[in-house]
C-alpha cells in the first residue's frame, strides 16, 4: 500500500491555481536580482539566479559606424529585372522601400528566393540596360581598402564607395575570390580613414550576441542584433563552405557589411540568407573572419589568392567503416586516393591513412582537412597527424600551391573475363585489363587492382553501392592486384572476427572506401 497521502480539496485547489498562473503565460516563480546563488523569499517561494542580457548597442554601434561604408555598382541589367512584390510586404511601410529598391536595379532582385540566395546577387538572365546595384562593406585599412562581397561588385563596369560622413569616391577592385565569395577594394580619400579590426570567429560560440551593419533595401547605416545560430553551416556556395548562420535580421544590401562580436570587432561578413518571401526569416550566413581575413591579407598583397594544396582524395568515416578499418572513433579524414607527384605523395602519405591533425589543430571532417590545408601558405613545411594502421604517427609535409583542377580521363571499358567471387559478398571479381578509371590514381600502371565484374542483386556488395566497372585498389588494409588477392584478404578479415572488410574502390568520380559486412558472412 502506498505511503502517499491522497490529495486533499485544499491542495487539488492550491494545485489547480499553479497550473492555471502557467496556462496563463505567469509564473509561482519569483525571480531576485542575481547574487551568485539562489534565494528565497520570505514566503519560501523558489527563486532562480537571472542573467543579465544585453543593455543596448549603442556605444557598439557609434564605434563601428564610421568604417561601414554603401557599395554602389554600375553595369548591364537584365532585361526583366524587377521582381514582384513578395505578399508579406505589400500594404505594409516596408513596401515602398522593396519597390524603390528594386526599381533602382539593386542587387538582390530575385524572382525566386532559396537556401544560400546571397543578398545582393544580381539575378542572371538576358542583358539588358544599365542597372545600379548596391551592397556594403567595411574600411579594414586607414589607406582606402575595403571588403566586400564579391557578388556585390562582380563584373561592375564601375564601382563607387560612399563613406559614412557622406562622402562619394571611385573605387578599385583590387582583387575577387568567388570560392569564398569575397572582394577587396580602393579608394584614394587623401587622409586615413577610420578602420575596423577583426575579431577571432572560431571563439564565437552559439547563443554569443552579434551585430550587423549595412544598407538593407539601400537604408544607409542600418543596425540590427540576434545571436549566433550555429557554427560551421554549408550551404553549397563553394569548397570553403564555413558560415557563421546568425538570425540578426540581413536583408538585400546587406551584402558585404560586417558582422560585429560584443567587442566590435569583425567576426563575420554578411553573404547569404534563406529567403522563401524575398526578405529576412531570422537565418543568414557570415563568412567567418578566420577564413576572411586570410583571404583578404593576399588580395591585399598581389590581387590573387594562394591557397595550399596536398593533393589527396578525402572521405569522411562512418561507424562501419571506422569498425572495418580498427578506428577508435569516427572523427578524422581518410585519404581515399593519393594523386601522383602531389605534395602528399611526396610526403609519402597513402590511401588508408587517416589525418587527425594538422600543425596542431584537429582534423574531424574532410571539410575541416579542406579548409587547413587552403590556409596554409604554398611551399611551408606543416606537420599532419595521422592514424596509420591503428597507430598515430605525424608526418611533415610540404605544402604546395593549388592550380585549377584538371579533367579526368575517361576510362575505356575492357572485355569481360572469368570472374571468381570472393565468399558472398555478392561480387564477381576479374583482373584489371585497362588502366584505372581515375587517372589520378598512383596505381594506373601495369593492371594494379581488380574489377568488378558483376554485382549480385541484393547483395551486401549493392547494397553499399558497389558497381560493375568498380576497381578495387585495397582489401582489408591491403594492396590487390588479382581477384585471389581479394579473396584472402576477406579470409583474414573473417579470422581475426572483423565486422566488416573496407575495400577502396576507384571508378570515374575517383577513388573511396567502402566497408562491406562480414557479419553472417560464410
Known sequence: MS???????????????????????????????????AQTTPDTAITLPRQAGPVGFADLAARVAPAVVRVTVTGQAPAAAVAEIPPELRGTPLEPFFRRFQEQQRPGARPEARPGQRPGQPP??????????????????????????????????????ELADGRELPARV???????????????????????????????????????????????????????????????????????????????????????????????????????????????FAVPSRLARNVIRDLQS???????????????????LASALGLPNQRGALVAGVEPNSPAARAGLRPGDVVVGVQGREIGTPRELAIAVAELEPESRATFALLRDGERTEQAVTIGLREQPQQQAEAQSGGESE??????????????QRALPNSKAPSQEGGQGVRVAGVDAGSVAATRG???????????????????????????????????????????????????PLAGQG
Open 174 to 284: 583590387v582583387g575577387r575570390d568567388q570560392q569564398t565569395d569575397l572582394a577587396l577594394l580602393k579608394v584614394e580619400a587623401g587622409s586615413p580613414l577610420p578602420t575596423l579590426v577583426w575579431g577571432d570567429s572560431d571563439a564565437t560560440r552559439v547563443g554569443d550576441w552579434v551585430v550587423a551593419m549595412g544598407n538593407p533595401f539601400g537604408l544607409g547605416g542600418s543596425v540590427t542584433a540576434g545571436i549566433v545560430s550555429a557554427r560551421g553551416r554549408q550551404i553549397g556556395a563553394g569548397p570553403y563552405d564555413d558560415f557563421i548562420q546568425t538570425d540578426a535580421p540581413i536583408n538585400p544590401g546587406n551584402s558585404g557589411g560586417p558582422l560585429f562580436n560584443g567587442n566590435g570587432e569583425v567576426v563575420g561578413i554578411n553573404t547569404a540568407i534563406y529567403a522563401p518571401g524575398g526578405g529576412n526569416v531570422g537565418i543568414g
Open 302 to 320: 598581389d590581387g590573387v589568392v594562394a591557397r595550399g594544396w596536398l593533393g589527396v582524395a578525402m572521405q569522411p568515416i562512418d561507424a562501419e
Open 124 to 161: 542572371q538572365g538576358p542583358q539588358g540596360r544599365a542597372r545600379m546595384g548596391q551592397g556594403s562593406g567595411f574600411i579594414i585599412d586607414a589607406a582606402g581598402f575595403i571588403v566586400t562581397n564579391n557578388h556585390v561588385v562582380g563584373d561592375a563596369a564601375s564601382v563607387r564607395v
Open 419 to 432: 570472374a571468381e567471387r570472393p565468399g558472398t559478398l555478392g561480387l564477381r571479381l576479374a583482373p584489371a
Open 466 to 516: 558497389v558497381r560493375p566497372g568498380d576497381i578495387i585498389l585495397r582489401a582489408g588494409g591491403r594492396e590487390v592486384r588479382s581477384p585471389r588477392d581479394v579473396m584472402e584478404a576477406v579470409a583474414a578479415a573473417r579470422r581475426e572476427g572483423r565486422p566488416a572488410i573496407a575495400l577502396q574502390l576507384s571508378r570515374d568520380s575517383g577513388n573511396a572506401f567502402v566497408a562491406l
Open 3 to 37: 505511503n502517499t497521502p491522497n490529495p486533499t480539496p485544499r491542495s487539488r485547489k492550491m494545485l489547480a491555481a499553479g497550473l492555471l498562473s502557467l496556462a496563463l503565460g505567469t509564473s509561482a516563480l519569483t525571480v531576485l536580482p542575481f547574487t551568485g546563488q
